[in-house]
């Protein structure tokens, strides 16, 4: 994707959207290093979810900037605010899954790093925004 294809204010998710991937890839070998086979699974599990949020944040970002440029207002946020709170829930209710019934709740560390891939996607991604516009 190119940089026609992204609102300018939405630039930072589309980055965050590329990094999120590469931040995955290196949770799951050092998961795999210091837990090994479950650790593995464990630390793949919570990179998948952050793959995940990452992407439904992008989508949503992309469609409240497009809809704010379009409509104007508070109003054209409403549907942002109210699919971030459907995706906390979401992801809430998959992490509970995972360690309670998927039986996961020995591999928490591993988990725990494969969800700060999305934290540490945005916060690559709004640190390059921020280097840029300098």
């Known amino acids: ?8 204010e939405a630039q930072p998710l589309a980055t965050a959207w590329a990094l ?4 995955a890839i290196l949770v799951v070998a050092t998961s795999g290093l210091l837990w090994g086979a479950r ?10 979810l952050s793959l995940g949020n990452v ?4 989508r949503l970002g992309r469609k409240a900037v497009l809809r704010a440029e379009a409509e104007g207002g508070p109003q054209a946020l409403a549907p942002l605010q109210a699919g ?15 360690t309670r019934v998927g039986g996961l709740h020995t591999e928490i560390a591993p988990l725990a790093m494969g969800l700060l891939v999305s934290v540490f996607a945005l916060l690559g991604a709004g640190l ?6 300098r």
């Open 1 to 8: 994707m190119s940089k026609q294809d992204h609102p300018a």
């Open 55 to 58: 992407w439904v944040l992008y």
């Open 128 to 133: 390059r925004g921020a280097v840029v516009h």
């Open 39 to 48: 650790g593995m699974l464990a630390g793949a599990l919570g990179s998948l």
């Open 84 to 98: 971030l709170g459907a995706k906390t829930v979401a992801l809430m209710l998959a992490i509970a899954l995972l």
């Open 20 to 23: 999120a991937p590469v931040l």
